[in-house]
């Protein structure tokens, strides 16, 4: 138990020291890039001196930069992200929430997909190597995988919503019309579930082949059990064990490549308020959006160690004490 306590002790302190990292990178890189928040606060209106120095005033902009670092990392250890200077100072944090749960509704189930599709895919393949569909659902992964996501959107676009007619290119429902339609959720969660749902096959198959070729496998062979049974109850089960941590990763990914989705789909999501962001020259908003991508990334990660560790008796008989695997 004390070697698990400090195995997650450490993997706490490195996320932190990441986490640090990225947000002193991060504002670092947007001080030195071009753009004036005062004007990007005000609009396109000319401004006076006196007026721009009284904004600089009342916003800190006239601290130094080390100074005004040390107080925004303050200010992200407690929650406040900082406010928007191009939307009348409103706060960063609520800008981000108000988007949020847009891009989770493309995220979890392009996440479930993957997930599903890739461990069925995958142990059918595993199931039948060295045979035509093994070989079929193999190329296909290694294609789709290939494919950038913002283009295999767009090509979903011109077959599905332009030569065929069948569903909306964009939005996240019909002009005027408030919620989401699933309709409209139906390309940008395909687009976004495909390349994970390829990788996560491929991973399958491979874990899968090896479940397969274990003692127990023959052991439940020598029981006249039916090769379905053996595939899913007994060499499923052991091959899922590297799916927690890819598919762990996998929804970081998703999440990180919500951006070029949601800019290809118009949908109102975070991808495409980092996208607007940076286009306006808001830079406290593109430092939020990422500084709260981070964060989540990082939490994902260590409930997947935390997870895997669980689930994965070999790490469990590492950690455990010595009297007790002796037993």
Do not use: C
């Amino acid at each position: 138990m004390k070697a698990r306590l400090l195995h997650h002790g450490s993997v706490l302190l490195s996320s932190f020291i990441l986490f640090i990292v990225v947000i002193t990178v991060l504002f670092f890189l947007l001080e030195l890039a071009p753009g004036d928040p005062v004007q990007a606060l005000v609009g396109d209106v000319p401004l006076t001196e006196e007026f721009r120095d009284r904004l600089t005033a009342a916003y800190g902009l006239d601290e130094p930069t080390w100074e005004r670092y040390l107080i925004y990392l303050g200010n992200v250890l407690t929650g406040n992200l900082g406010y928007s200077f191009a939307t009348n100072a409103e706060p960063v944090l609520d800008i981000i929430l108000s988007r949020a749960g847009n891009t989770l509704a493309l995220a979890v189930p392009s996440f479930l997909l993957s997930a599903a599709g890739g461990i069925v895919l995958g142990s059918i393949a595993a199931r039948t190597r060295k045979r035509w569909l093994d070989g079929g659902i193999s190329g296909v992964s290694v294609g789709l995988f290939s494919i950038p996501n913002f283009w295999f959107g767009m090509l979903l676009i011109i077959v599905f919503s332009i030569m065929l007619d069948w569903l909306p290119t964009g939005g996240k429902s019909p002009y005027g019309q408030p919620g989401i339609a699933w309709e409209h959720m139906v390309l940008p969660v395909i687009t976004m579930a495909t390349s994970e749902l390829a990788y996560k096959a491929r991973i399958m198959r491979s874990s899968m082949i090896e479940s397969l070729g274990q003692d127990f496998i023959d052991t439940a062979r020598s029981k006249g059990l039916s090769s379905r049974r053996i595939l899913w109850h007994h060499a499923l089960p052991n091959a899922l064990l590297p799916m927690v941590t890819v598919s762990g990763y996998s929804l970081g990914f998703i999440l990180a490549g919500s951006v070029l989705v949601e800019r290809v789909f118009g949908w109102p999501g975070m991808g495409l308020l980092l996208v607007d962001a940076i286009e306006r020259k808001n830079n406290m908003v593109v430092l939020g959006i990422t500084i709260v991508l981070t964060f989540t990334i990082i939490i994902i990660n260590i409930v997947t160690d935390v997870v895997y560790g669980i689930v994965d008796p070999r790490l469990r008989a590492q950690f455990a004490p010595k009297n007790e695997v002796t037993r």
